[in-house]
């Protein structure tokens, strides 16, 4: 098993900055990616970003490309999210993921077997 505990998430401007943390722990050796998704209010839970967790090998939603970096620690079991120059549209629960699974399916969450509780992100205008 692999828990996730996600943090960082707030109330920021249009066009703020906030990173968001994933601690991993328990069986992390099992990880072979992980990854951020979304969830605003009456939508359904969407794709942020994903890595892979030995080769750093990253995947974006074009939503958020050019504006999120993913990166992660394998020493520190962590794993970040960078989101600049925030919009509105960017306000959700956001949650990190972990999946054992090598799939070329990364976008949906149901490849991921591992969630962490999800940290609130408000962007106001």
């Known amino acids: 098993q692999v828990q996730l505990v996600d943090s960082g998430g707030g109330l920021v401007q249009a066009g703020g900055s906030l990173r968001l943390s994933c601690a991993a722990s328990?069986?992390?050796?099992?990880?072979?990616?992980m990854g951020w998704f979304r969830q605003a209010p009456g939508k359904e839970r969407e794709f942020v970003a994903a890595?892979?967790?030995?080769?750093?090998?990253?995947v974006y939603a074009n939503s958020v490309e050019g504006r999120f970096t993913i990166s992660r620690d394998n020493a520190k079991n962590m794993m970040y999210l960078q989101m600049n120059s925030l919009k509105p549209e960017d306000t959700a629960v956001y949650y990190c993921?972990?999946?054992?699974?090598?799939?070329?399916?990364?976008?949906?969450?149901?490849?991921?077997?591992?969630w962490g509780p999800g940290t609130q992100v408000t962007v106001s205008s």
């Open positions: 890595i892979t967790w030995n080769g750093g090998t990253t």
């Open positions: 328990g069986r992390t050796v099992s990880i072979y990616r």
């Open positions: 993921a972990a999946s054992s699974m090598i799939t070329v399916l990364v976008i949906r969450p149901n490849t991921y077997e591992y």
